[in-house]
């Protein structure tokens, strides 16, 4: 039997940790959660399908409910499994009121700019499903779409993606949120449209070589992108989290992440 997108993110985290020391507990962690994802993901379609053959109120769909029901589950599972800063914060919001959690999740889906503090990422690490659920129920076109924000959900993008396509291959940006992935010239900057090749370095690592870091000097931001033509195993989501000592260096070197991934990394 075919393994789903969301076993297979899990299979690839499990082996990442194994693999990279330095990556094992990030990894171990994301694998945690992209186990009640799952089941979040799971839960949420099946409401989605009653509504589609009900009468029910549309303004009120049975999925927004389901969600605020999952956040007190979801938060424990993050003060059991979590990174102490992160499992601190998830006690703390297990204390405020549901009104306070809408208000959080509301606020995280509509900004389109990522950040690094943990009530963020628990917001963006809960409310993925549900972006990706909507997305593949919009039917929204992703053929002849070259620009550089998710043609969802409008964030820039957190990762490229290179797959195989005659003698080389083509690159793809990704949205860490709602999961879209789309078409975008290989040596164009997704954050300022440079086009010189003099301006778009691009480094790797013995350890990650299948994970170019993309910068621009112009702009001074980057974004890594999974290269399939080199790694065919690879989840791009998962290994450019994994790999997050590019992430330092790029730092160390004055760059500046285009988009934070789901991790807050």
Request: aromatic share 10%.
């Amino acid at each position: 039997m075919k393994a789903s997108p969301w076993q297979r993110r899990i299979q690839r985290a499990e082996h990442l940790a194994n693999e990279y020391s330095f990556a094992s507990e990030i990894m171990v962690f994301y694998a945690r959660i992209a186990r009640f994802q799952e089941d979040l993901y799971g839960q949420l379609e099946s409401e989605s399908g009653k509504l589609s053959r009900s009468t029910a109120d549309a303004s009120a769909p049975p999925e927004l409910q389901a969600l605020i029901n999952s956040f007190s589950p979801f938060l424990s599972a993050v003060e059991k499994h979590g990174p102490a800063r992160v499992a601190a914060i998830a006690r703390e919001l297990h204390a405020v009121s549901r009104q306070s959690w809408s208000e959080l999740l509301d606020a995280s889906w509509s900004t389109t700019e990522s950040s690094a503090a943990p009530e963020d990422f628990l917001a963006r690490a809960f409310l993925q499903p549900y972006a990706e659920l909507l997305r593949l129920r919009s039917g929204v076109k992703l053929d002849g779409y070259n620009l550089p924000l998710c043609p969802f959900c409008s964030r820039k993008p957190g990762l490229g993606v290179l797959r195989p396509q005659g003698d080389g291959a083509r690159r793809s940006l990704g949205c860490s949120f709602c999961l879209a992935e789309w078409e975008f010239r290989r040596i164009l900057c997704p954050g300022c449209g440079e086009e010189d090749n003099r301006k778009l370095p691009v480094y790797t690592a013995d350890d990650f070589d299948y994970v170019r870091v993309e910068c621009c000097d112009t702009c001074k931001t980057y974004i890594k992108s999974v290269d399939l033509s080199k790694n065919g195993l690879a989840e791009p989501m998962v290994d450019e989290m994994a790999a997050a000592p590019l992430d330092l260096w790029a730092g160390q070197h004055g760059y500046s992440k285009l988009q934070l991934n789901l991790m807050g990394m």
